[in-house]
């Protein structure tokens, strides 16, 4: 059985954020599931204009992290600005660092980390009106591709992409290699 991933996201997401990630997983082999706090479509911003929409296949409230092995957050300033709002969506975030799975969380999705308060002592970046945010709730801050900090998988922008799908990637193939080990 395929290793799950959660793609976290709604109205207002950067369309290359969620989509290239899901294609990498996708064509690594993962099965990968859209989450959002209303079922249906949601709609990504792409070159300052209203992108494709993405369905949803599941929503907040029938989501857990127990059904999960990573979660994705994309980026765009809407995106993240609306689901820190949601407290169930806060939660799930919480719920995956909590349970040491890989979280990874590109351009301005690291605010989510931040409303879910497990960014403290951790190495992270993202995109740069984000890392005052990110240093005030205790992050070492760092400008580089991608940012892995124990179950923290963070990046800065679009053009990070191949090396924040790699780094998660990678994370996914650790984790199932500790998971036999212990079977």
Known sequence: MAQRIMILATDGFEQSELEKPKANLDDAGY????????DGEIRGF???????????????????ADDFDALVLPGGQINPDI?????????LVRDFCTQDKPVAA???????????????????????SVRTD??????NVADEEVAVDG??????????????????IKS?????AKQREAA
């Open 83 to 91: 689901l820190r709002m949601n407290d169930k969506a806060v939660q």
């Open 151 to 168: 179950n923290l998988i963070t990046s800065r922008n679009p053009a990070d992409i191949p090396s924040f799908s790699k780094a998660l």
């Open 31 to 38: 099965e990968t599931v859209v989450v959002s706090p209303d």
């Open 46 to 64: 792409s070159n300052k204009e209203w992108g494709e929409p993405v369905a949803v296949d599941l929503t907040v409230e029938e989501a857990s």
């Open 172 to 176: 996914l193939e650790e984790q199932l």
């Open 134 to 139: 990110l240093a005030n709730a205790g992050g």
């Open 106 to 128: 590109i351009c301005h999705a690291p605010w989510m980390l931040v409303e879910a308060g497990v960014v403290s002592g951790k190495t992270v970046t993202s995109w740069p």
